[in-house]
């Protein structure tokens, strides 16, 4: 018998969307073909959620498809609330968390975490090193520009070459302004087998359009849902 193999080899691809906040856009998400959800707990956020609805919402979701809690610069007692009131499977560290800290959260919470980093420039990518190790994910994002309100989810990319042909001894995934159109390109260039995506799949700020979100997925993955 025969494997059929989807063209660009795609096959074991996996998709992150970000910042669902109703059940109609969660299942929509997850029909699909997402891998895992990301539930935003920074307040300032278009896509933020309380610990309450996340609980909730996390509930709603199969088996099979990773809980992430994206948090910026939360104390432990913040992070304590959500993980001892949702389901979160994931800790993603979204702001300036250093790789001491990273490296705390994973112990004292016992959770796997990615940390984010954003990306600029070349000095910016040899930061990925230092978090390399004690992540278990890594996050590859644009930079959010200085003075944005949020420090992810602005919808903006990167130079993908400055990630080109690199390795990383743990798992990561692509971020910034990816979306149905861009993310075939952008994983071909750059080799990444996980994408986020946020703002790329929303009709309005925080709003999801089950639309996008299957062209994404099936941009991104070659499989159609
Ligand atoms: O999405 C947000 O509002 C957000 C807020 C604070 C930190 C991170 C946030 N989003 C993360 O950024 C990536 C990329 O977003 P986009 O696709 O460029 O809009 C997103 O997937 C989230 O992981």
């Not at 610069?73 to 979204?94: P, R």
């Not at 190790?133 to 130079?159: C, E, M, R, T, Y």
């Amino acid at each position: 018998m025969s494997t059929f193999v989807l063209p660009g080899g795609k096959r074991d691809a996996a998709v992150k969307i970000c910042g669902l906040k109703t059940p109609e856009t969660l299942q929509a998400a997850c029909d699909a073909g997402a891998r895992y959800i990301g539930f935003n707990f920074f307040a300032k956020s278009p896509r933020s959620v309380t610990v309450d609805q996340a609980a909730a919402l996390m509930l709603e979701m199969p088996i099979g498809v990773a809980k992430v809690a994206l948090v910026v610069n939360m104390s432990d007692d913040e992070i304590a609330h959500i993980v001892g009131t949702t389901t979160t499977e994931i800790l993603q560290l979204h702001g300036s968390e250093t790789p001491e800290r990273v490296a705390d959260v994973k112990a004292r919470f016992g959770l796997p975490v990615m940390k984010a980093i954003g990306i600029a420039g070349p000095e910016d990518v040899t930061e990925i090193d230092r978090y390399a190790p004690v992540a278990d994910q890594l996050l590859i994002d644009a930079k959010a520009p200085k003075g944005a309100d949020l420090p992810g989810g602005n919808g903006i990319s990167f130079d993908w070459r400055l990630v080109q042909r690199k390795y990383w001894p743990c798992p990561w995934m692509l971020a910034g302004g990816l979306n149905p159109d861009n993310v075939a390109e952008a994983m071909r260039l750059t080799g990444a087998k996980q994408v986020d995506v946020a703002s790329g799949v929303e009709s309005a700020p925080g709003v999801k359009d089950p639309d996008l979100m299957r062209a994404f997925v099936k941009n991104a993955t070659g499989n159609f849902a």
